[in-house]
């Protein structure tokens, strides 16, 4: 059973940036691949970035390349997400979501956080 637990969120001016968090527990965490999505009013939710168990391989929506980095720490157990140059249309709730498959998919993971609320204002 692996549970996940986010922070970081918050408001910020467009431009700005913020660093969420997602601590990690459970058995073999490396074996997992680490996912952020984002949900807004009224959307699905939508993936934003994804890394590999070792941490060697990344993914990124097109709509934060080059803008969101992400990254894991296996020692600590957590997952970061570094958001620059942060939009309005960044505003969602931000979950962080665990599953053994390299997928899109969020119905296919099978853990999640409780989510963080991320809103940047104009």
């Known amino acids: 059973q692996v549970q996940l637990a986010e922070s970081g969120g918050g408001l910020v001016q467009a431009g700005g940036s913020l660093r969420l968090s997602c601590a990690a527990s459970?058995?073999?965490?490396?074996?997992?691949?680490l996912g952020w999505f984002r949900q807004a009013p009224g959307k699905e939710r939508e993936l934003v970035a994804r890394?590999?168990?070792?941490?060697?391989?990344?993914n990124y929506a097109d709509s934060v390349k080059g803008r969101f980095t992400i990254s894991r720490d296996n020692v600590k157990n957590t997952m970061y997400l570094q958001m620059n140059s942060l939009k309005p249309e960044d505003t969602a709730v931000y979950y962080c979501?665990?599953?053994?498959?390299?997928?899109?998919?969020?119905?296919?993971?099978?853990?999640w956080g409780q989510g963080t609320q991320v809103t940047v204002s104009p």
């Open positions: 459970g058995p073999t965490l490396y074996l997992y691949v």
């Open positions: 979501a665990a599953d053994l498959s390299w997928s899109t998919n969020a119905r296919l993971y099978d853990y």
């Open positions: 890394i590999s168990g070792t941490g060697s391989t990344t």
